[in-house]
């Protein structure tokens, strides 16, 4: 049985856990979900999910973005950023689709992209 490589790099999905910290670069193919605390750059080809406990300082680049937690960072989304009510974001934010509950603290800058690109497109430019 042959298998798509891109198709099986796209279901990854990693978990940074509640206690664990992190410092340093990560990238990633598939979904990342932060309930630790991550402080460096973090990109990743699919959705990054900030759970309630989660902290990530610095900066982050993904195809989807759903913050539950905290997030002090420029935040670059090539598609929907989803703010829950118990989100604090600190930063500067590009996006193209933006939903912010009502409870969110948001603290920084926002930029409406036009379109939805890919990541790899983004850096080719």
């Known amino acids: 049985m042959k298998h798509n490589k891109a198709a099986v790099e796209s279901a990854t999905r990693n978990l940074i856990g509640n206690g664990t910290l992190i410092k340093g670069d990560i990238e990633s193919a598939g979904d990342i979900r932060i309930d630790g605390t991550v402080i460096g750059i973090l990109r990743s080809n699919g959705k990054i999910v900030v759970g309630q406990s989660g902290l990530v300082e610095g900066e982050m680049e993904c195809q989807q973005a759903d913050i539950s937690g905290t997030v002090k960072a420029n935040l670059k989304v090539a598609g929907l950023t989803s703010m829950k009510a118990t989100a604090v974001f600190e ?10 509950e009502v409870g969110t603290q948001f603290t920084g800058k926002c930029e409406m992209l036009q379109n939805e690109q890919p990541q790899h497109e983004k850096k080719q430019k």
């Open 91 to 100: 930063g500067e934010l590009s996006t193209v689709k933006l939903s912010i």
